[in-house]
């Protein structure tokens, strides 16, 4: 079975950075875009990043640019969040969502981590 993990979270000071990563394994046949997405308390979810099937078009909200990017070692690799100048409003559980398919004929399905927490204080 697919497991997607993140890891990389933590509790920092406002300016500070981290590097999220999102770790795949299993039957993996082809993978597609990898998503990153956060849910502040209270609050819904929302994305964050993305990057596409070929790590060559990425995209972020309006609130991260210019302070976060979005890289894949390889389409079948570890992705990355790495997170500069970080803000309280930060603050949240951040996933990662993958589009995977485990077969060269089944569909691409979306497959999401656990979440890991990233905590930024003033």
């Known amino acids: 079975q697919v497991v997607l993990v993140e890891s990389g979270g933590g509790a920092v000071q406002a300016g500070g950075s981290l590097r999220l990563s999102c770790a795949t394994s299993g039957p993996i046949w082809s993978a597609g875009g990898l998503f990153w997405y956060r849910r502040a308390p209270g609050k819904e979810r929302e994305f964050v990043a993305s990057i596409d099937c070929k790590n060559q078009i990425t995209d972020c909200a309006d609130s991260v640019k210019g302070r976060f990017t979005v890289l894949r070692d390889d389409p079948l690799g570890t992705g990355y969040l790495h997170m500069y100048n970080l803000k309280p409003g930060d603050t949240a559980t951040y996933y990662c969502?993958?589009?995977?398919?485990?077969?060269?004929?089944?569909?691409?399905?979306?497959?999401w981590g656990q979440g890991t927490q990233v905590s930024v204080s003033s």
């Open positions: 969502k993958q589009e995977i398919a485990t077969t060269g004929s089944g569909p691409y399905r979306l497959y």
